[in-house]
Structure formats: structure tokens, C-alpha cells
């Protein structure tokens, strides 16, 4: 496993890998859970996230994998912290180390991101348990009216704090300044907001004196609104994308993987394909740090049942086997109906070598 910061970085993103984004807090864990009619306790969140963890050759297109505090704490049913699960198969262990996003004074239809204070203790922890990155989630909405100067730029101020702490405590930082697509805006509009955005945030992280080679950034893509009536092509996304990332992310930044975002699962991969299939200057690695464009096909098979973990474990190494060639320009539609299982290696036993009877007991 690479040690320092900028190798760290630059090996979430390499070999068309991407990162799966898993830190769901208990609440939205909860809530995704319930719209299946599956209970969510302490054990159950656990079962979930060690089979999400552990599909035979899922490390063959996912590089890291972000966690959140409950699960980083965590025992697999066979005893091994789930971190340490993650780390034997070659992938790199994350967390999310934001409080969420909370009204914001001045303003209280949009948010700022807190969990500032204190934060350099909690890396150094979570350092201790084997974290290689870290995750911090800023929330910018798009209305008539807003987004505000103000929301952008102290958005911008605790990202950058955030940033700078992850690098003194040897963390590699995941900048994520997430515009919404919820709303009826056009698409030109999330161009101009997310590129305002990006603009303030790359000033924040230098003048806060961020290395950028040994960051990450993960972005929305540029998309029109979930409630506009006339919604742009994947072709229009990929190229307006592309368009504010090249006015606004410097070259030393050396990946940018997006969330998803409330896209569906094949839309969100036939995007990244889009972008990396376009002509002229990408100077980062484009791929995927996706959460639900991952996660919700595999929970759906899982529901909860240790019957169905082989079927959840399928689901998630399809999608992620997708996203994998997305991040090369090499996703074709006709992979969507390619048996999953095919591509599945044996599975990896919790000494990390293969043994082909084991399937994680949840
Ligand atoms: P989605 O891909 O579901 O948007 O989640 C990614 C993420 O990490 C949100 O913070």
C-alpha cells in the first residue's frame, strides 16, 4: 500500500479504479433500509457494509472505499475490523469526517458543513484505525435566488480548514462540493453555479496552502435539474462538464471523482463514460466515487437476508465493473445485460487469500 500522500492520491484513482462511497450516517442508512423493509440495527448496518466489502474481485475495479465512523469501528462476523477487511484485498480505507451540512445562520434555506472543531484529534484517530483519506461534504442548492455569495464562501473557508488538517495528519483530502441537482434549473445555470463554486473553492485550498497534487476532487456533474422540463443529453452533461472542470481544476489536482448525486445508476456511468471519451486536455483521472449509483442495485438483492448476500455482492460488482470501464471511455450499454457472476473471482477469505468455499457470514 502506498505511504505518502501524493501516491496515496494518485492510487484511488489509477488502473480505471474508482472509490465507493459507503459512509451513509446511521440516519440515511436508516431511511434507505426502511423503503426496503429492512431493520436497521448496529448488526444489520454491519452485515451490509461487509458485503459490500467483500465481493470476490470487487478490488479489481474499486481503489478505496469511504466509511463512516460507526463502521470504521466495526468487526466483520469473522472478527477482523472492517478496515483491516479492506485493507488485506488491497483497498484503501476512508472516512467521512464532517458533522453534516446545518442551517446556516444569515440564511436558513441553505447549509454550511460543520465539524471543524476538533477534527484534528478525531484524524489522528482515525489514522490509527487505518484511514488513508478522508471525506468532508459541502451542500450547495440551486433556486431562483441561490445560491448566496455567503453559502459558497463559507462552504468554501471549512473545506479548505478541512483540507489542510486532513494533509498535516497525513490524510489524503476528498474536496467535495456538491451543487444539487434537485430543482427545475437548466443545465446552463448548474454550469454557471457549479463553476462559481469550483472557482471559490480551488482559491480557498490555496490560500489555505493545500497541496494540491495529494487531494482529490469530488464534484456533481454539471446536469439540469431533477424537475426541469427539458434535460440535457449525455452528451450535453459530458461536454458542459469537461467545459467548467478545465476553466477551474488545476492540472496538479490528480483525480476528480464524482458523485452520483441522485442519478440513476446507468445514467451516472453513461456520464462518466461521456467525459472520458471526449477529445482534448484531461490532466486528472476522471472516475467514480459513487454512493447510491453503486449501492442501491446491491441493496435491493440483499434486503437484509443472508440468503441473498451472493446476490448483492453481484450486483455491486456489476456496477462497479461498469463504472471501472466508464473511467477508460470503454462502457458500452450492452454490458448492462452481461452476467454479473461471470466476472467474479473466488472469494477472499479473511487471511486475504483466495479460498474458494468462504462467503462472508453476515
Ligand atoms: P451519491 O453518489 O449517492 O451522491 O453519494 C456520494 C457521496 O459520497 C455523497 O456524499
Redesign the pocket.
Known amino acids: 500500500m502506498p505511504q505518502d500522500l501524493q501516491n496515496i492520491a494518485e492510487a484511488l484513482v489509477a488502473n480505471n479504479k474508482g472509490i465507493l462511497?459507503a459512509?451513509e450516517t446511521v440516519g440515511t442508512l436508516t431511511k434507505r433500509f426502511d423503503a426496503l423493509g429492512i431493520k436497521s440495527t448496529e448488526q444489520s448496518r454491519r452485515n451490509y457494509r461487509e458485503m459490500l466489502f467483500t465481493p470476490p474481485g470487487i478490488s479489481d475495479y474499486v481503489s478505496g472505499v469511504?466509511m463512516h465512523d460507526e463502521t470504521i469501528r466495526q468487526k466483520s462476523a469473522g472478527g477482523v475490523p472492517l478496515g483491516e477487511i479492506l485493507a488485506r484485498q488491497g483497498i484503501l480505507p476512508g472516512i467521512k469526517v464532517d458533522a453534516g451540512a446545518k442551517p446556516l445562520a444569515g440564511s436558513p434555506d441553505e447549509t454550511i458543513t460543520e465539524g471543524l472543531d476538533g477534527l484534528r484529534g478525531r484524524l489522528k484517530e482515525y489514522r490509527e484505525f487505518g484511514a488513508r483519506f478522508a471525506?468532508w461534504?459541502a451542500v450547495i442548492r440551486i433556486t431562483g435566488t441561490l445560491p448566496s455569495r455567503m453559502c459558497i464562501r463559507a462552504n468554501a473557508h471549512a473545506l479548505g480548514r478541512y483540507a489542510a488538517l486532513c494533509q498535516e495528519q497525513q490524510l489524503v483530502p476528498i474536496v467535495?462540493p456538491?451543487v444539487l441537482m434537485d430543482g427545475s434549473h437548466s443545465i446552463e445555470r448548474s454550469e454557471e453555479v457549479t463553476e462559481l463554486v469550483l472557482h471559490t473553492v480551488f482559491d480557498e485550498l490555496f490560500e489555505q496552502a493545500v497541496t494540491f497534487e495529494s487531494m482529490l476532487l469530488?464534484p456533481s456533474m454539471v446536469i439540469s435539474g431533477s424537475d426541469s422540463t427539458s434535460k440535457a443529453s449525455v452528451q450535453d452533461v459530458a461536454v458542459a462538464t469537461l467545459r467548467c472542470l478545465r476553466r477551474q481544476v488545476p492540472a496538479a489536482v490528480p483525480g476528480i471523482v464524482f458523485?452520483?448525486?441522485?442519478q440513476t445508476d446507468q445514467l451516472a456511468t453513461a456520464h462518466l463514460n461521456a467525459m472520458n471519451q471526449l477529445s482534448g486536455p484531461k490532466p486528472w483521472k476522471l472516475t467514480f466515487?459513487?454512493?447510491?449509483?453503486l449501492q442501491d442495485r446491491a441493496m435491493d438483492a440483499w434486503r437484509g437476508r443472508d440468503e441473498n448476500v451472493k446476490a448483492g455482492q453481484q450486483a455491486l460488482h456489476h456496477r462497479a465493473r461498469c463504472n471501472s470501464a466508464a473511467a477508460c471511455g470503454s462502457y458500452t450499454e450492452s454490458m448492462e445485460s452481461e452476467v454479473a457472476v461471470a466476472g467474479m473471482r473466488t472469494p477472499v477469505s479473511p487471511q486475504g487469500k483466495h479460498a474458494p468455499a468462504a462467503q462472508p457470514t453476515t
Request: charged fraction near 40%; avoid cysteine; hydrophobic fraction near 25%.
Open positions: 462511497a459512509d469511504i471525506k461534504r467535495e456538491e469530488k458523485l452520483s448525486g441522485g466515487s459513487y454512493g447510491r449509483a
